[in-house]
């Protein structure tokens, strides 16, 4: 599985290639499943393109999304985009439109509670444990962990030379991932080093914008889709090595 994250907290300083508006998102992620992204995940932004919970963006967002492709939709929860505990579970709450899955952060203050919220809802949880936080030893001792939907494996190390090494002892600090099928992916230059060990690994793993703005030669990527293709024919080649 290769998800697509679509923007992430990228700006409108990264380029006009990032898409924030619905519209735009809904374009991208329209190109990105015909190149071969069987899931989505966004970040919904005001018009000022601030990150938000906000029912009536979140909502928007969902339905410009959903009118044009059938994977499923997942949004963050990350504390950025509301940095109250309490009034992020409120928000979660109001939501008047369901995404199918939200990524909750676990080294996050009130990981749990939102993750109790988002299960509620019947809203599946990936459950973000991020490299150089204490995320996988709460999530070790915690009770929903049997309950999520997937780990986002997320490595934090950005360093093109370390970012495997850094993988490893992730995924080692996860051990069984409470039984829980895990994503693996990096971030900026560490991004397409830690997807060709997920496809060495057998592991889903996710690849767009969100992560890195260049392609594994160096160059500017146009679009998600060009980066969904690249990361397709990365991963096959690391399976077909491994």
């Known amino acids: 599985m290769v998800q697509v994250c679509l923007n992430g907290t990228r700006t409108a300083a990264d380029g006009a290639v990032v898409p924030?508006?619905?519209?735009a998102l809904a374009?991208?992620?329209?190109e990105a499943v015909a190149a071969g992204a069987t899931e989505i995940h966004v970040h919904?932004?005001?018009?000022c393109g601030r990150d938000t919970l906000?029912?009536?963006?979140?909502?928007?967002?969902?339905?410009?999304?959903?009118?044009?492709?059938?994977?499923?939709?997942?949004?963050?929860?990350g504390a950025w985009a509301e940095p109250d505990p309490a009034a992020r579970v409120a928000r979660v709450r109001a939501w008047?439109?369901?995404?199918?899955?939200?990524?909750?952060?676990?080294?996050?203050?009130g990981a749990e509670e939102l993750a109790a919220a988002l299960l509620d809802l019947g809203v599946g949880v990936e459950a973000g444990i991020w490299s150089g936080t204490d995320g996988a030893a709460r999530f070790a001792v915690s009770p929903y962990a049997p309950k999520v939907l997937r780990v986002l494996a997320e490595v934090t190390d950005r360093g093109g030379d370390t970012a495997e090494e850094s993988a490893r002892a992730l995924l080692a600090g996860l051990g069984s991932a409470q039984g829980r099928p895990v994503l693996l992916h990096g971030e900026d230059?560490?991004?397409?080093?830690?997807?060709?060990?997920?496809?060495?690994?057998?592991l889903a793993t996710r690849i767009g914008l969100e992560d890195t703005l260049?392609?594994?030669?160096?160059?500017?990527?146009?679009?998600?889709?060009?980066?969904?293709?690249?990361?397709?024919?990365?991963?096959?080649?690391?399976?077909?090595?491994?």
């Open 20 to 23: 924030l508006s619905p519209d």
């Open 27 to 30: 374009r991208a992620a329209a």
């Open 44 to 47: 919904p932004r005001t018009p």
């Open 54 to 77: 906000s029912p009536r963006v979140v909502a928007a967002t969902l339905e410009a999304i959903r009118a044009r492709v059938a994977v499923p939709v997942g949004v963050t929860t």
């Open 96 to 109: 008047t439109v369901l995404p199918d899955h939200a990524s909750v952060n676990w080294h996050e203050p």
């Open 189 to 202: 230059g560490g991004t397409w080093p830690v997807l060709r060990l997920a496809g060495r690994l057998g």
């Open 214 to 242: 260049l392609l594994p030669d160096g160059r500017r990527a146009g679009s998600n889709a060009q980066l969904v293709a690249e990361a397709l024919y990365q991963y096959g080649c690391a399976q077909r090595s491994s």
